[in-house]
């Protein structure tokens, strides 16, 4: 193995303080068919962000809807509130130790993700963990669009009495409901436009005006509830053995795949950090900790619900909806706004506007990639992914979260125990250099990416309902039914047993030392 680690120092690059590396400028080849201005190496003086800067990223993505209702999905699956709080903040905990791992990267070398996946992959193969991650971010895109738009929605109607809601129906849904959707969607489209400076700025002052506004709900709930009621009282309907742990391990794999596309990409945002410190110190201040505290409040707001409204409202929307007051009603349409746009921007147009550039760099830029994932989150219809807790949080979390944690596995073994953080910058951009291997795929990586990927959700199955019906698109007793045992472990599987046949296939590979 020590023959894929480079010896010496390239020439054509650098280390700067903190070990920081930096093409040279004459060495980027920015005629090659696998460079453009998007995903060179950022340089060094540009790479800025800070330990606040990463917090604030991880607090305005943390802080949106659909990480308010993860633990709601939680108890309706029978846990208690201490259970899915619980679940939330080890998944939360678990991912970020591969979310640093393959973050390094970042403020080493100022690569954004599918270029830091050619070291393993191979120029061209690097595009498939690329469309991978892609392909799920325009699935998120398409989610939190959609969530983000019934949110306008919903105030928009009380504001107006409940007009919108009367309105005609275009495909079962009042046409207002499609123009608030339309609309949210071009708006983030043309935020997206003005680039990574001003999605920085944006994320930093969205970050503490998100906390404010649920705090403000809290405090809002808690008033007319005189405290908080049954909610924190209910018992776990699965309580703490048998028949706790068949749901709380599928569900732990399904939290982890809320944010384990991250976890790939990651470097698109670190490559910006000013050192290793602020990326891991600000993701780790950021990311478990805002998770955690954010489900906490859900269930305490949730709960103050309960004894105000008889009823249990998860919604953050919903439950804003239910004021008369105009101003509060304005003020939580800002915050839906502001909430959503700033998850939904950083999480899931970033990623794929790079992962689409990196599949025709001389034809595709990082705003045209943008424009593609925007149209391809619409395309999916997003309405149908989040129908019930069952389908989003088992198959759509739970399958994605298998896949994603296979391409971890392979990028954390290449880059952390073959190559021991060491890589060649130029050749990551110029065919016939190191990472070229047979046509610019590495069969090793695939290989282990196939492997890794049917271990991990190729018994994925359908749960049956109380009438006898399947609760998912798979077959009950798995897609490959031998494998059904492994499907609820289906992220920590696919992580695993890729890195493990990556790093044996890779032994025996002899790496080019030239172009």
Known sequence: MTDTVPTGSPISQSAGTGGRIELAPEAFPADSPFANEDLRPVPVAERKWTTYNFAALWISMA??????????????????????????????????LPMLATGHAGPKYGIPFPVLARASFGLRGANIPALIRAAVACGWFGIQTWIGGSGIFALGSKLTGGGWENAGKIAGNPWPLWLCFLLFWALQIAIIYRGMDFLRHFENWAAPFVIVGALVLLIWIAVKADGFGALLDQPSKLGWGADFWPVF???????????????????????????????????????????????????????????????????????????????????????????????????????????????????????????????????????????????????????????????????????????????????????????????????????????????????SYSGVGADGTKTGPFPTDGLIPFLKPLADYGWAVGLGASLVLYVVLMAGHRERTAA
Request: glycine share 10%; with cysteine.
């Open 63 to 96: 802080h949106c809807i659909p990480s308010w209702t993860l633990a709601s999905g939680l108890v309706a699956l029978g846990m208690d509130w201490k259970q899915a709080v619980f679940t939330i903040a080890l998944a939360n905990v678990i991912v970020l």
């Open 249 to 459: 391990f599928p569900s732990l794999m399904g939290m982890i795949g809320f944010w384990a596309t991250l976890s790939l990409n990651i470097p698109d945002f670190t490559r910006f950090g000013a050192s290793q410190k602020a990326q891991t110190w600000g993701q780790s201040l950021g990311l478990p900790t805002t998770m955690t505290l954010f489900a906490i409040l859900a269930v305490l707001v949730t709960s103050g619900s309960e004894v105000v409204y008889g009823e249990a409202i998860w919604d953050p929307v919903a439950l804003a909806a239910k004021t008369d007051n105009a101003f509060g009603l304005l003020f939580a349409l800002v915050i839906v706004l502001v909430a959503t746009v700033s998850v939904n921007i950083a999480a899931n147009v970033v990623s794929p506007a790079y992962d689409l550039a990196n599949l025709a760099p001389k034809l595709i830029n990082f705003r045209t990639g943008a424009l593609i994932t925007g149209v391809v989150g619409i395309l999916i219809f997003p309405w149908k992914l989040i129908s019930t807790p069952e389908f989003y949080i088992f198959t759509w979390l739970g399958v994605v979260g298998g896949l994603l944690g296979t391409v971890a596995g392979i990028l954390i073994a290449d880059y952390w125990v073959v190559r021991r953080t060491v890589l060649h910058l130029a050749d990551l951009y110029t065919p016939g250099g190191r990472y070229w291997y047979t046509s610019g795929w590495n069969w090793r990586a695939i290989v282990a990416f196939l492997v890794g990927g049917v271990l991990a959700v190729g018994g």
